[in-house]
């Protein structure tokens, strides 16, 4: 079974990931990870966080000579903003005095139910965890799941459709590379000229007014064969699994497949992928892909289509209505330094997701401790397929 843990507070020193369940034999190029390290480091909206950081991994277990041992691989990747921080996140109670207590707790963060629930006097004990920062170490992993999945051709790719008020349009019909060239040289990872502009547009203006804004992202994934996950027990299905992974990301509100919630106003004539045979490839076909490649919580081998809302950042730089939890007069929430817009770093982050979720299934399908082992399973399950 492949999972992880990840620990760290955002201005902490250090983010960790633990990945346990890797096979061994596979390659892994730190430079690769590095890569979406960086890419989650882009887009246009970030506060000034981004600039004081540059996140790459340290391995300390699991890797030798560029190949997975079988052992649990752990990335940690240094916080640079914490020698900013060191007394007021400091382990040693002698620097309590440091810290300035929040107590003003903003609207739609984890503040006020976290003070609660944690019966923490300073919010500040919330928020650092809370923090998307933590999104870090989870890219680090999804992009060591990424190095699992690519002896295999499978191929993962996030980026967004709408900020705001403005939805970029799709171009269906690109291939996930052409995609990933267009998106990638994005400011906002959109493959939409006119909707870049737009969406930078409302950005600044939001900056100015002291708003933020939410959006969606899409994932894509190609290459997955037939009948990863199952319908057989309900924590078994692809789709459950992959939405749960989603929606434990910070800011998410919802998940969709293929054609999403607009499946409730789709006749069923309308909406059912048709099936179709290719006698030459000795595969089935589909007409369309509007199950966004799943079917009775497995994938039907078509391209994996899962798009996520995220809300508004909940730091508002004018900031909204609350209450002193101290003192309990009214107040406004707390100010702190952040971004008015996250979501091109969302694309990359719920990518990073879906790689992970999708490489715990295909070696819970293909099974083993090597890739020798688990590419000859995978091997003759293909065969038996093609046979079928
Ligand atoms: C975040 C607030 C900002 C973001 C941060 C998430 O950090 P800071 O308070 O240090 O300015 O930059 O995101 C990251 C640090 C990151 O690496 O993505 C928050 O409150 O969630």
């Known amino acids: 079974m492949l999972r992880f843990l990840t620990a760290g507070e955002s201005h902490g020193p250090e983010l960790i990931a633990i990945v346990e369940g890797v096979p061994a034999g596979f390659e892994v190029d730190l430079a690769r990870i590095n890569h979406h390290l960086a890419r989650r480091q882009k887009g246009y909206g970030r506060g000034g966080r981004m600039l004081i950081e540059k996140d790459e991994v340290r391995p300390v277990s699991g890797i030798r000579f560029g190949r997975t041992m079988g052992s649990p691989v752990t990335f940690i990747i240094v916080n640079r903003d914490f020698k900013n921080w060191e007394k007021r996140m400091s382990a040693d109670p002698a620097d309590a005095g440091e810290a300035k207590v929040i107590t ?23 928020l650092e965890r809370a923090s998307a920062r933590e999104t870090t170490a989870r890219v680090a992993v999804g992009a060591l799941a990424m190095e699992l999945l ?15 008020s403005t939805e970029a349009k799709l171009r269906t019909g690109l291939e996930i590379d052409e ?5 990638e040289k994005s400011q906002v990872r959109v493959a939409d000229p006119a909707a870049e502009r737009a969406i930078i547009a409302e950005i600044d203006e939001c900056k100015k007014s002291g708003d933020t804004l939410g959006g969606i992202v899409e994932v894509v994934a190609t290459g997955l064969p037939v009948g990863l996950g199952s319908h057989v027990q309900w924590d078994r299905k692809l789709d459950g699994r992959l939405a749960h992974a989603l929606l434990s990301l910070q800011a998410a509100k919802g998940v969709e497949f293929g054609a999403g919630f607009k499946v409730g106003q789709i006749r069923g004539s309308a909406l059912h992928d048709e099936i179709g045979y290719d006698a030459a490839a000795r595969r089935f076909t589909r007409e369309s892909n509007n199950s966004g490649g799943t079917e009775g919580g497995m994938s039907t081998g078509e391209p994996l289509t899962v798009r996520v809302a995220f809300k508004p950042l909940s730091t508002l730089m004018q900031p909204l209505k609350s209450v002193d939890t101290r003192t309990k007069a009214e107040a406004v929430g707390t100010i702190e330094r952040s971004d008015v817009c996250a979501i091109p770093a969302a694309a990359v982050i719920a990518e990073a997701v879906v790689a992970f979720e999708l490489a715990g299934a295909f070696l819970e399908k293909f099974g083993g401790d090597s890739l020798v082992e688990i590419t000859r399973n995978w091997q003759g399950y293909l065969e038996q397929v093609r046979n079928y």
Request: hydrophobic share 40%.
């Open 150 to 164: 690519r002896p295999f051709g499978i191929d993962v790719l996030g980026y967004v459709v709408r900020i705001g």
């Open 104 to 126: 003003r707790p903003r609207p739609g963060h984890a503040d006020l139910a976290g003070v609660l629930k944690y019966n923490l006097g300073d919010i500040r004990d919330v």
């Open 179 to 183: 995609l990933r060239r267009v998106t």
